[in-house]
């Protein structure tokens, strides 16, 4: 399993930005799917944005097409969450997550597809 380290979060006005990062603290990214949850309190962790180990194939939740971008640079061993045009419902803690990669172009759409999660970042969206 991985240490993940995530960074980013915050407080953020309606209709502004952030961008959330996830590092490993030891090994290297390129041999996993990489991908961002997030979870409310009383709920289940779901899947914002899914991204491949190398060809850059990704999943979004239809909450936040548009105005989400997940991406990889492997190598500075870095996965990012863009996030733009940010509304109060966006408001949880996020998690990293990282799942042993089957070919190039797989993701992992599910939480039981990862074994390695970082400690989570909390994104508030308010006015």
């Known amino acids: 399993q991985l240490q993940l380290v995530e960074s980013g979060g915050g407080l953020v006005q309606p209709g502004g930005s952030l961008r959330l990062s996830c590092a490993p603290s030891r090994f290297s990214l390129d041999i996993y799917a990489m991908g961002w949850f997030r979870q409310v309190p009383g709920k289940e962790r779901e899947a914002v944005a899914c991204i491949s180990r190398t060809d850059g194939t990704t999943y979004y939740a239809p909450s936040v097409k548009g105005r989400f971008t997940i991406s990889r640079d492997n190598a500075k061993n870095t996965v990012y969450l863009q996030m733009n045009s940010l509304k109060p419902e966006d408001t949880a803690v996020y998690y990293c997550?990282?799942?042993?990669?089957?070919?190039?172009?797989?993701?992992?759409?599910?939480?039981?597809?990862?074994?390695?999660w970082g400690q989570g970042t909390q994104v508030t969206v308010s006015s």
């Open positions: 997550g990282a799942a042993p990669s089957r070919t190039d172009s797989w993701y992992a759409r599910y939480e039981y597809e990862y074994d390695s």
